[in-house]
């Protein structure tokens, strides 16, 4: 049985773990997570899901705040682990550590070699590609460089978002990884290098990627908001203050860009550079998300045809 530790922090990462933890080929040893945050309006402490899963199963959790100069680091290579499997933890993992296994791969949300880094899923979308895809690499020190053991690719359809896109990818890596570990561990499977000449980043979201630049077309807008619904949501200004634009459809229309070419009861359309974008959930400052008409029939009911959203 082939003995693993398993590093890993949201629910995408819980779910490959809970792959290794059902078959009868690895034993998880201990499972390394980023350390318990606070979230939401009450800060309240909460544990990843990585955690949560590792607890069920009484596995040993570690939680350090940098692994590379956590005093866990030391206990880690001394567990006599044969290797690593990562998917989605968060941190780069020290050569000390990389070096002392026979094996470290990871599961990444992402066609290597487009989109290395922490946002894959997220780029994506905001990049209206037709597709998506997981890929088992191994670990080295470059971030998502190592090479390629498998790829598995499934298409993006035009309801998905950043959630619905993460379910489906976990189950893929899962998958993929429970179907490729074998041939790679017994020298069957030979990785393969990653194309230099076609890499491509995705850093994590900041926050100025998050507005909305209304002169984009609408198509490029709803991208953006699907490709960051439901974190960290896109926004725009209403009244000077943020207004959240969680879903979206686009529509046929033309005006300024940001302003208000339709309201009624039901509906709120703003002209983007080309086309037009119906907001179907929103949420602003101090109000809970909500559905549009729920928007309208309350705060929104000041909105008149002409006004204007955005700088």
Known sequence: MTKIIFMGTPAFSATVLRGLL????????????????????KKEVKMTPVKELALEYSLPVFQPEKLSTSPDLDHL???????????????????????SMNFAVNVHASLLPKYRGGAPIHYALINGDKEAGVTIMEMVKEMDAGDMI???????T???????????????????????????????????KQNPDLVSF???????????????????????????YPWPVAHTVWHANRFKIYEATVVEGSGHPGQVLVKNKKE?????????LSLKVV??????????ASFLNGQGQGINVGDQFGN
């Open 22 to 41: 059902d078959s009868k080929d690895y034993q998880i040893l201990a499972v390394v997570t980023q350390p318990d945050r606070k979230v939401g309006r």
């Open 77 to 99: 290579i001394q567990l006599g682990a044969d290797g690593i499997v990562t998917a989605a933890f968060g941190q780069f993992l020290p050569t000390k550590l990389l070096s």
């Open 150 to 156: 498998a790829k598995r690719a499934i298409e993006i």
């Open 158 to 192: 035009e309801t998905d978002n950043v959630g619905t896109l993460f379910e489906k990818l976990a189950l893929v890596g899962r998958d993929l990884l429970l179907d490729s570990l074998p041939a790679y561990l017994d020298g069957t499977l030979i990785p393969e």
């Open 202 to 228: 995705s850093p994590n979201i900041s926050p100025e990627e998050e507005v909305l630049d209304w002169t984009k077309t609408a198509r490029q807008l709803f991208n953006q908001i699907r490709g960051m």
């Open 268 to 276: 709120l359309i703003i002209a983007a550079g080309e086309g037009a």
């Open 283 to 292: 949420q602003a400052a101090g109000k809970p998300q909500m559905p549009i």
